[in-house]
């Protein structure tokens, strides 16, 4: 039985413990970690041995049967991500206190926004690097919910997204316009139809492929009331699903113009069956956004204002 001990003042030598046990968590086993940490197996565990031992607790599971974080690693990984969050943020803060910006920003992206002909963020990025060349930029891609929530509880500092419900403790910055069109693939019954005599009725019967989470998307369906037989995280989901032949769905119509080009999808054009869809910039309104931060959100503004 492991004794427990208190752990007093955190050295420096601690902290490095425990960015390795995070990164063995995140990697999901110390042979992956060996890779991220560039350090060898039998050093990495004897690092967390070396934790264990100055924790009194048992982290995890490790051996033929894989790795898995025992009740006390689950507690300790999540003390540790919000201990190491914070000193980041604190050295981020002392940054932001010098002339020149430095530091790191982690920005979120939602999917297939880069063929949008209406969206400049490349722009935004180019100039944004000229005036804050020591910043290093952290993209994710990840769905509208996942990016809101990461602004808000700051483990990401902008998120590019799809206006929809709006947050109190958000502001928003409104960037450029998507069009989104319904479309079936070549093997669909719809496909090579005249739709300019498509019913609403025949609509509806199809069977719909829609993003699974609260969005323009979702809101469109229940909107025309269409029969939602499939979900999705990302619009290359839905786009597959279309491809099939077995389901109609939305797309933007900048991305699924290659589709089109190869006669592998065809626009629904019911008359009345679109929408169009408002990116916006979001930040945490409290605190008040980074010198970084506002930087970028600058050049976001400028590079969707230029002409």
């Not at 050295?91 to 999917?111: Q, T």
């Not at 979702?218 to 979900?231: D, I, K, P, V």
């Not at 099939?244 to 019911?270: K, M, N, Q, T, W």
Request: with cysteine; net charge neutral.
């Amino acid at each position: 039985m492991v004794k427990k001990a208190l752990l007093g003042q955190v050295s420096d030598s601690e902290i490095r413990l425990l960015r390795i046990f995070k990164a063995v968590v995140e990697c999901g086993g110390l042979s992956a970690a060996e890779l991220e940490l560039n350090i060898g197996r039998s050093t990495v565990s004897r690092h967390l041995k070396d934790l264990e031992a100055r924790l009194g607790l048992v982290l995890c599971r490790r051996g033929r049967a894989g790795f898995a974080l025992t009740p006390d690693g689950q507690r300790v990984y999540d003390g540790a991500q919000r201990l190491l969050d914070a000193m980041d943020g604190f050295r981020n803060d002392v940054s932001e206190m010098h002339a020149e910006l430095v530091g790191s920003l982690s920005i979120g992206l939602f999917d297939k926004t880069i063929t949008n002909p209406q969206a400049h963020i490349d722009r935004a990025i180019r100039d944004f690097r000229d005036v804050a060349p020591s910043v290093s930029l952290d993209f994710t891609g990840a769905s509208l919910n996942e990016i809101e929530s990461g602004v808000i509880d700051g483990r990401l500092h902008l998120g590019i997204v799809p206006d929809h419900r709006r947050s109190d403790s958000l502001d928003y910055l409104e960037l450029f316009d998507e069009a989104m069109y319904l479309y079936c693939g070549r093997e669909h019954p719809l496909f090579g139809r005249d739709h300019a005599r498509l019913g609403w009725g025949e609509l509806q019967a199809c069977d719909h492929a829609a993003l699974a989470f609260h969005s323009p998307n979702m809101e469109a369906t229940h909107r025309f009331g269409l029969r939602r037989q499939a979900t999705a995280s990302d619009q290359e989901a839905i786009a597959l699903l279309i491809l099939s032949g077995r389901y109609v769905g939305f797309l933007p119509d900048h991305y699924a113009a290659g589709f089109e080009r190869e006669g592998l999808i065809e626009r629904v054009a019911h008359p009345d069956c679109k929408y169009s869809v408002r990116f916006v910039a979001l930040t945490r309104r409290s605190p008040q956004p980074s010198r970084s931060v506002q930087a970028f959100l600058d050049a976001l503004k400028a590079a969707h204002r230029r002409p």
